[in-house]
């Protein structure tokens, strides 16, 4: 399975460019995503949040989530009925809440997924989402694109030792920051001085908080 490649570099620890997305009650939200694997987030809310309900499926696309301690991953097949577990055994389609980071893996070229659903939060309100004490694999709730990931509307809190990983898919297959105050902010892995990470619709990303969980909130324009 393809989810093998991807899996052998999680533990040595989110490229994707989005266009177009609206305010209001529903939405659809490009996303880019290259051939083979990517890493994204769902950035809106239909309410369930199943996979197969936030983006159409594609045949032979496989979906893998990480809870802070375990991987899971399904495909997609229809002429095996659907969803699938590794094993080839019916599976159900992973439950991708806004927020939540997961690996894609794209059989076919390089194409966009269009993601569909409502902002959460709405104009003016506030949304909190739980960054735990350890890895965890997420991304911005809210539709955003930011050159400074710390920058409104994304707003991720600066914690003092975390770190983050991004996915390129080539070469270093993933761009490594840390936040350390002690080297002066954020800095690559030589501990080089090195500008904050951007953030664009839909990535997913890998998060290391090295202390006690935190909360994340985004306010939305």
Not at 59 to 67: A, F, P, R
Not at 210 to 216: E, I, K, L
């Amino acid at each position: 399975m393809h989810a093998a490649t991807l899996v052998s570099t999680v533990f040595l620890i989110a490229v994707i460019v989005g266009i177009s997305t609206s305010e209001g009650q529903d939405t659809n939200v490009s996303v880019s995503i290259a051939s083979g694997w990517n890493v994204l987030a769902n950035p809106l809310s239909t309410g369930t949040n199943g996979a197969g309900e936030v983006i159409k499926p594609l045949d032979s696309e496989e979906i893998l989530t990480w809870d802070g301690q375990h991987l899971s991953t399904v495909q997609y097949d229809s002429g095996l009925g659907g969803w699938l577990d590794l094993s080839l055994n019916r599976s159900v389609a992973p439950i991708l809440p806004p927020g939540k980071g997961f690996a894609f893996f794209n059989p076919g070229p390089a194409t966009t997924l269009t993601f569909t659903g409502r902002q959460v939060p709405a104009a003016g309100t506030t949304n909190s989402l739980a960054l735990p004490t350890g890895w965890s694999l997420l991304g911005s709730p809210l539709p955003a694109t930011v050159t400074n990931i710390t920058s409104a509307p994304v707003s991720l809190p600066i914690i003092d030792g975390m770190q983050i990983l991004t996915w390129t898919g080539t070469g270093p297959l993933w761009s490594y920051w840390s936040y350390d105050s002690g080297f002066g902010g954020w800095v690559g892995s030589d501990f080089t001085a090195k500008s904050a990470p951007s953030y664009s619709i839909g990535q997913g990303f890998y998060l290391y908080n090295p202390g006690p969980p935190v909360t994340w909130q985004q306010s939305a324009p």
